[in-house]
């Protein structure tokens, strides 16, 4: 079955780090591009950052020069380094994988997401 299953979401004052890590089984990590979106109660899930098995990365404008995606083949895992966070990045974050081609900016594009984790900054 193919899976994905976020870790390291918490709760943290802003300026302050935090590293999300999403751990790929049943295949899922063959996917060339996995991205990380994010959604507050209330509102539509958004587009956060996306990556290629090449290493070629997209921002969303919100966290350009603050977070950092990265992914490690090796061990079947996409990682989401937040840095100066702030009280508007509170939210349950998702890590996706798309398995067709795609840009990957867009809810659409991935077939397989995992079940979140929280990320909550407070003032």
């Known amino acids: 079955q193919a899976q994905l299953v976020e870790s390291g979401g918490g709760k943290v004052q802003a300026g302050d780090s935090l590293r999300l890590s999403c751990a790929a089984s049943?295949?899922?990590?063959?996917?060339?591009?996995m991205g990380w979106f994010r959604q507050a109660p209330g509102k539509e899930r958004e587009f956060v950052a996306r990556i290629r098995r090449s290493g070629t990365t997209i921002y969303a404008d919100s966290v350009k020069g603050r977070f950092t995606i990265s992914r490690d083949n090796a061990k079947n895992t996409v990682y989401l380094q937040m840095n100066s966070l702030k009280p508007e990045d509170t939210a349950v974050y998702y890590c996706?994988?798309?398995?067709?081609?795609?840009?990957?900016?867009?809810?659409?594009?991935?077939?397989?997401w995992g079940q979140g984790t929280q990320v909550t900054v407070s003032s």
């Open positions: 996706a994988a798309a398995t067709g081609i795609t840009l990957g900016i867009g809810i659409s594009d991935y077939n397989y």
């Open positions: 049943g295949g899922t990590f063959s996917s060339n591009t």
